[in-house]
C-alpha cells in the first residue's frame, strides 16, 4: 500500500505563500486520486483540491481558487500543493490522502480516501 509524507507547513505571515508537498513510497502517485484536505481542531477534514488518476482533471475547493494550485510530478512521485495569499482562515493541519478511485467533481470528500498521511500544521498570523 502507498505510503504517505507531508512537509512544507510551518508559520507564514497572511498574504505569504507556502509550498506543501507529498512525498509518496510504496506506489505510484500516477495510480491513485491525490488529494489535499485540512482539518481545523474540533471540526471535519474539508477537502481542499484533488487531481484524477491517471489523468490531469482537477478539482478544487471555491475558497482555494485562484489562490492554492495542485500539481503532481511524477518522476519525483510527489503532489504539491501551493498556497499563494494565505489568510488567517488557512490556519489548519493540511493532510494529503490518495484514493484507488478515479475521483471527480463531487466525489472528492474524505471518506472516498484509502490511504492519508500524518499532515502538516500551517499557522497563517494576522
Known amino acids: 500500500q502507498v505510503q504517505l509524507v507531508e512537509s512544507g507547513g510551518g508559520l507564514v505571515q497572511a498574504g505569504g505563500s507556502l509550498r506543501l508537498s507529498c512525498a509518496a513510497s510504496?506506489?505510484?502517485?500516477?495510480?491513485?486520486?491525490m488529494g489535499w484536505f485540512r482539518q481545523v481542531t474540533g471540526k471535519e477534514k474539508e477537502f481542499v483540491a484533488g487531481i484524477i488518476r491517471n489523468g490531469g482533471l482537477i478539482h478544487s475547493a471555491d475558497f482555494m481558487k485562484g489562490r492554492f494550485t495542485i500539481s503532481r510530478d511524477n518522476p519525483k512521485n510527489t503532489v504539491v500543493l501551493q498556497m499563494n495569499r494565505l489568510k488567517s482562515d488557512d490556519t489548519a493541519v493540511y493532510f494529503c490522502a490518495a484514493s484507488q478511485s478515479a475521483l471527480v467533481g463531487n466525489r472528492w470528500g474524505p471518506t472516498a480516501m484509502h490511504y492519508w498521511g500524518k499532515g502538516t500544521l500551517v499557522t497563517v498570523s494576522s
Open positions: 510504496g506506489g505510484a502517485v500516477s495510480s491513485y486520486s
